[in-house]
């Protein structure tokens, strides 16, 4: 049975969400009255969630890195237009969204077995080393990565999309479902799909 | 508990459960159910199988230059180009001289207006009361001439913006 979080652990954990959601709606604010300190804090703060999502959508960093720039260049450009109707997060990873959906319907990401075999095909990939692992277990390590990678990059870009916000940046299917623009029993269908897709593609791994 | 699987609206408890999402009394129950329904805890099991598995997908370090690259787009977008730059002055111009400019502003405006609205302007008489039974092209190059001469007039002048 794998552990589940206490219920203490669960209350701090949703406090400190709260506040750092709030944290971001009066950076934000405080953007769009011209403190440009303020941007940089919220740059610090979503940097790598950003990058990293986008990253996991097209496959190859420095496309990400470009992208990651570009959403955070459009949240700069409508900071006088900013309101706070939804949570900067939601706004945010709609840019996102948005900007990777249009880049893989472009046809611009490199599909084929070239660009998974090897981390120097997706473009300055840096990933930390594992230093304590030995060089069969890395390289079943690898081996295993390059298989999440193909079934996640086999996904339909919207279901791709909506898994990696609900795993990675572990939000709650209203969320998403407001980067998606679409209604949460969507989502949920979304991933639903999406899901027993990579059971089936990953069952072997285990 | 109702199984799961059975309903499309519970059935995500089981990617909660797989997640680590499960608040702890509803993560007992349904482990109270999965004991005696072989499909969820299959089903549970394979997911928490493609969880540690997307697990290895660990995130990677940004590049270093990746906040400088972004404020030096920002800074070249505000300095902006040639096109911007030459915008941006015949604004501030007319901002900075708007008492003068605003008659000449509005009559620019009457005379664009009554070419959109109207294609014979040779006919039409304008709601502001003046009669216009010919469009005098002269009179719009001499507006457009004050235009330039008030600009002339603020090339000197500070640049609030700084440019």
């Known amino acids: 049975m794998p552990p589940q979080p206490s219920l203490k652990s669960r209350v701090e954990g949703n406090v400190t969400a709260v506040a750092a959601l709030e944290r971001d709606v009066e950076l934000m604010l405080r953007v769009r009255d011209g403190d440009t300190t303020c941007f940089a804090l919220l740059l610090e703060r979503h940097r790598g969630p950003v990058v990293n999502f986008l990253y996991r959508m097209v496959l190859n960093q420095a496309v990400a890195e470009e992208l990651a720039q570009d959403v955070f260049l459009r949240v700069y450009r409508s900071r006088a237009s900013y309101e706070p109707t939804a949570k900067f997060t939601t706004w945010l990873f709609r840019i996102a969204t948005h900007l990777a959906l249009n880049y893989i319907r472009d046809g611009k990401s490199e599909k084929g077995t070239g660009s998974l075999d090897e981390d120097v095909g997706d473009g300055l990939s840096i990933q930390v080393p594992d230093q304590s692992a030995t060089v069969e277990q890395r390289m079943i390590r690898e081996a295993k990565l390059q298989e999440v990678r193909s079934a996640i990059e086999q996904l339909p870009a919207k279901q791709k999309a909506a898994v990696l916000m609900h795993k990675y940046q572990e939000m709650e299917y209203s969320q998403i479902a407001g980067v998606l623009s679409c209604s949460e029993s969507a989502v949920k269908s979304l991933l639903f799909r999406a899901y027993e897709t990579l059971r089936m593609r990953l069952a072997h791994l285990a | 508990m109702d199984c799961p699987l059975h309903a499309k609206d519970t059935a995500e408890i089981l990617l909660d459960y797989a997640g680590r999402r499960l608040n702890p009394e509803m993560a007992q129950l349904l482990e109270r159910h999965m004991d005696q329904c072989e499909a969820c805890h299959a089903f549970a099991s394979a997911q928490r199988q493609v969880w540690d598995a997307l697990d290895a997908w660990e995130p990677l370090e940004v590049s270093a230059g990746f906040d400088k690259n972004l404020f030096a787009r920002i800074e070249r977008e505000q300095s902006g180009g040639l096109l911007t730059r030459w915008w941006r002055r015949t604004v501030e111009t007319l901002s900075l001289s708007w008492r003068p400019a605003l008659p000449i502003g509005a009559a620019v405006l009457v005379v664009i207006t009554g070419l959109l609205w109207n294609p014979h302007p040779l006919?039409?008489?304008?709601?502001?009361?003046?009669?216009?039974?010919?469009?005098?092209?002269?009179?719009?190059?001499?507006?457009?001439?004050?235009?330039?001469?008030?600009?002339?007039?603020?090339?000197?002048g500070a640049d609030p913006a700084g440019f």
């Open chain 2, 123 to 156: 006919t039409e008489i304008s709601k502001a009361g003046r009669h216009v039974e010919n469009l005098d092209i002269e009179q719009v190059e001499s507006t457009l001439a004050d235009l330039e001469v008030l600009k002339q007039l603020n090339s000197g």
